[in-house]
């Protein structure tokens, strides 16, 4: 199994899991109550979680009445390190992260595989992006599914 080590733990989310639990479950508990339709999208941001975590949280907990049902999650984000045309998928199976390994939903890549705007980036985390990253422990509890199935949209190398 190949695993991308994180490459913002301790950066922009706390690197202990002990109090990213902690806080994770702080802010998606201090966000508003959640509203009735549970959306097919959402747009959240993603910068470290003293700067936007509130605001992240607001956006996911808008999932809460419908966690149990959500079979997929897609994370994508943007590649800040180079120019990207289309999707940069990753080449590993699952991503750590402080709380665990983001396991990759290889069927939704192999879905994509052979479309034109699909490129596959390396293992090397000095290209890799960080929007999926840091939004991955806000996401994992609102989905049923643990680990949660993803499918990133990262910078390729």
Known sequence: MVVRPSAVAGQFYSGDAEYLRKQVSELLA????????VPKALIAPHAGYVYSGATAA?????????????????????AHYVHVRGIAAPTVDAFET????VAVDASALDAIAGLPSVM???????????????????????????PIATKFSEAAK
Not at 121 to 137: K, L, N
Request: no cysteine; charged share 15%.
């Open 58 to 78: 607001a956006a996911f907990a808008t999932l809460r009445n419908g966690a149990q049902t959500i079979t997929r999650v897609v994370l994508i984000g943007p």
């Open 98 to 101: 402080p709380l665990g390994r």
């Open 30 to 37: 201090s966000a508003a109550m959640p509203i009735k339709n």
């Open 120 to 146: 596959w980036e390396g293992i090397d985390v000095r290209f890799g992006s960080f929007a999926t990253e840091a939004s991955s422990p806000q996401s994992r509890p609102m989905s049923a599914m643990s």
